[in-house]
């Protein structure tokens, strides 16, 4: 790109956007390992200088690309819960669901989110997305307990066991510990039998 046409994408505001979507390629087929700077400057058709004016080192940019990620996700998870239709069917089993087949269909967003936001500290960049990620996550719950599709207890409670259930799963699966092919299979059979332990038992 030339001088002229670069100024113009920053007139514009369009530059971290496209780098941004530069990373994400990279990301998909090679990993975070490769995202660097100076493969997305050249992808995005930019100086290797022009990505710090918006993004200090790498390491934003891989939080930038991570807020990415998570946006992608819940976009996602919305579809599965969509898809499964209001069938009176567990929220929260739909969601499970949704998060081991998006760990498989997208290995290499799963590791950088792994890398990124399960960690001891969550980088301010990405609190909003994921405080908001965690009360999407309780009202699914809230919904089955109001439902009777889940004993009553703790939202909060319940959305750690079954988010630790589906990452753990996932990771499993990624890892090649489990067969991906098997994947749908096994995720509906382990998020059956979660479901069974924390749902309503019919009244004697």
Known sequence: MSETRERRAYHHGALPEALVAAAFEVLDEQGPEKVS???VAR???VSAGAPFRHFADRQALLTALADRVLADFVGWQEAQVAAAGPDGGSVMRAVGLGFVRYAVRHPRRFELVRSRVFAAVREPELRAQLDG???ALTDVVVVDQEAGRLRPGDPALVALAGQALVYGLAQMIVDGYLPAEKAE???AQV???FGQGIANRPAQ
Request: proline fraction near 0%; glycine fraction near 6%.
């Open 191 to 193: 998020l059956d039998t």
């Open 185 to 187: 299979e096994l995720a």
């Open 133 to 135: 990620i965690d009360r």
């Open 43 to 45: 992808r995005a058709g």
């Open 37 to 39: 700077v100076r493969e």
